[in-house]
């Protein structure tokens, strides 16, 4: 079954940081990238890494958050600083493309990770 695994999620007080982690179970062959949605809003990417090293990131997260890759293990990872109560949200791996063995799969989600920023 196809599956990412992510870790990494938890409770932080302001201005503490996080740094969620997600591993594919197959080949990664396109971007990877996070997503988050918080109770009541529409699902919004946070970060998008592709394989070549380029990075995009939404406004409300920008000097704050690193999307970084390691291609070897299939693996992004997401560093979050200066957290506020606002990035308070279930935290979402994504992947375009994911081959596992002799089949490709397209637009691969992970379960999530919650990420609670509170005092």
């Known amino acids: 079954q196809v599956q990412l695994e992510e870790s990494g999620g938890g409770l932080v007080q302001p201005g503490g940081s996080l740094r969620l982690s997600c591993a594919a179970s197959g080949n990664v062959m396109g971007v990877m990238g996070w997503y988050r949605q918080a109770p009541g809003k529409e699902r919004e990417m946070v970060a998008v890494a592709k394989s070549g090293g380029s990075t995009d990131y939404a406004d409300s997260v920008k000097g704050r958050f690193t999307i970084s890759r390691d291609n070897a293990k299939n693996t992004v990872y997401l560093q979050m600083n200066s957290l506020k109560p606002g990035d308070t949200a279930v935290y979402y791996c994504?992947?375009?493309?994911?081959?596992?063995?002799?089949?490709?799969?397209?637009?691969?989600w992970g379960r999530g990770t919650q990420v609670t920023v509170s005092s």
């Open positions: 994504q992947v375009d493309v994911l081959v596992v063995g002799g089949t490709t799969f397209f637009g691969v």
